[in-house]
């Protein structure tokens, strides 16, 4: 069963089983609404929960869990990430990805053909995504995630293709 990273926990909230869920995923209303399942990933292995109650509150998502009502039960799973599990993933339209499809995958510029390293990071601003692109013994490089920059995605062979603008 494949799992995807939708958040981690990042402190409790009150006393009444709450905790703070800072969202890793494009879809935070979908991923936490009441009834859905979560699998929190623990130095004790993972656990599959259910979510009782699901609110945005500022940055965070204040999220409770079925059978967990008091600080006690949930103060184990601070630091801990959420995931979802493959079944619960929504299809995309066209040229939309999932950040798990992009991490991995080779750049190549298009001027050069040269393969400059590997997306290691996505990275979500505001303005648009910048993608982490690690090559061996270089420093890393920054990418907009915008037309001009990322020309095509090829999932199937593993590779993304770049322009690479002067200010790059």
Known sequence: MALYKVGKIVNTHGI???VRIVPTTDFPADRFKKNQSL???SQQGNVTVQIATARQHKQFMLVSFVD??????????KECEVF???ELQQGLPDNEYYY???IGLN?????TNETLGQVSEIMPLPANDVWVVRAQGEEDLFLPFIADVVTDIDLDAGTAKVNM???I
């Not at 967990?68 to 799973?77: F, G, L, P």
């Not at 750049?107 to 001027?111: H, P, S």
């Open 16 to 18: 009444r089983g709450e």
């Open 107 to 111: 750049v190549i510029d298009n001027a």
């Open 165 to 167: 603008l002067e200010e």
């Open 84 to 86: 979802v599990t493959d």
């Open 100 to 102: 798990h499809e992009i």
């Open 39 to 41: 699998v929190i990933q």
């Open 68 to 77: 967990m009502e008091n600080i006690n039960d949930v103060e184990q799973y």
